[in-house]
């Protein structure tokens, strides 16, 4: 059984930074890919960064490339997304996931995700 546990949302201002942890408890022998999702209030949930368990292949959609950057640290087995330049529209609740897919696969779509954390919250004011 794995279990991700998010933290490190927040309010912040327009073109300000947060970083997102996420803590990852169990094995993960098997699974390939770790990554972030967001959900903002009537839309669907979208993959935004993911990388392997190994921590390459880094991937990022469009609407973040520049400004948001993920990384993993093996001693603390945690997942980080470092976000810069934010934008309202960066308001969601942000999600870490498990897949067995690659990462571009697993941001893909929340179908190729295993495992899933509770969710933090971002709300970023213009």
């Known amino acids: 059984q794995v279990h991700l546990v998010e933290s490190g949302g927040g309010l912040v201002q327009s073109g300000g930074s947060l970083r997102l942890s996420c803590a990852v408890s169990?094995?993960?022998?098997?699974?390939?890919?770790i990554g972030w999702f967001r959900q903002a209030p009537g839309k669907e949930r979208e993959g935004v960064s993911c990388i392997s368990t190994t921590g390459s292949r880094p991937y990022y959609v469009d609407s973040v490339k520049g400004r948001f950057s993920i990384s993993r640290d093996d001693a603390k087995e945690t997942v980080y997304l470092q976000m810069n330049s934010l934008k309202p529209e960066d308001t969601a609740t942000y999600y870490c996931?498990?897949?067995?897919?690659?990462?571009?696969?697993?941001?893909?779509?929340?179908?190729?995700?295993?495992?899933w954390g509770q969710g933090t919250q971002v709300t970023i004011s213009s």
């Open positions: 996931a498990l897949s067995p897919f690659p990462p571009w696969r697993l941001c893909q779509g929340e179908s190729a995700a295993d495992y």
């Open positions: 169990g094995s993960t022998y098997g699974y390939d890919a």
